[in-house]
């Protein structure tokens, strides 16, 4: 069982910025791929972005690449998700979430989630 804190979020203008924290209760270098979800009422849920806990490896949905970025810190066992250039559409529940990976990606939908954090964009 991986117990997942989500934590950041808030509101910001559009073109700001935001960092979503995600403190996982195994090492953040565990064979499992760590990432971050999306929904709004609206939307289905989206897949924004997630790492791979061995190597490091990372990958984006097209909507938010380039402009976010996932990092791990070891000293605090933390990943983060900064998101840059922030547009009103980005605006959504985000989730972190791990579960199994294979090939580099997800093998299925994640297994563990997070309790959420909201993420407000206005202009």
């Known amino acids: 069982q991986v117990q997942l804190v989500d934590s950041g979020g808030g509101s910001v203008q559009t073109g700001g910025s935001l960092s979503l924290a995600c403190k996982p209760s195994?090492?953040?270098?565990?064979?499992?791929?760590f990432g971050w979800f999306r929904q709004t009422p609206t939307k289905q849920r989206e897949a924004v972005g997630f790492?791979?806990?061995?190597?490091?490896?990372?990958n984006f949905a097209d909507s938010v690449r380039g402009r976010f970025a996932i990092s791990q810190d070891r000293s605090n066992n933390t990943l983060y998700l900064q998101m840059n250039s922030l547009k009103s559409e980005d605006s959504a529940m985000y989730y972190c979430?791990?579960?199994?990976?294979?090939?580099?990606?997800?093998?299925?939908?994640?297994?563990?989630w997070g309790q959420g954090t909201q993420v407000t964009v206005s202009s």
């Open positions: 195994v090492d953040i270098d565990s064979p499992y791929c």
């Open positions: 790492i791979y806990g061995r190597t490091s490896r990372t």
């Open positions: 979430a791990a579960g199994d990976c294979y090939g580099g990606t997800w093998l299925g939908s994640p297994n563990y």
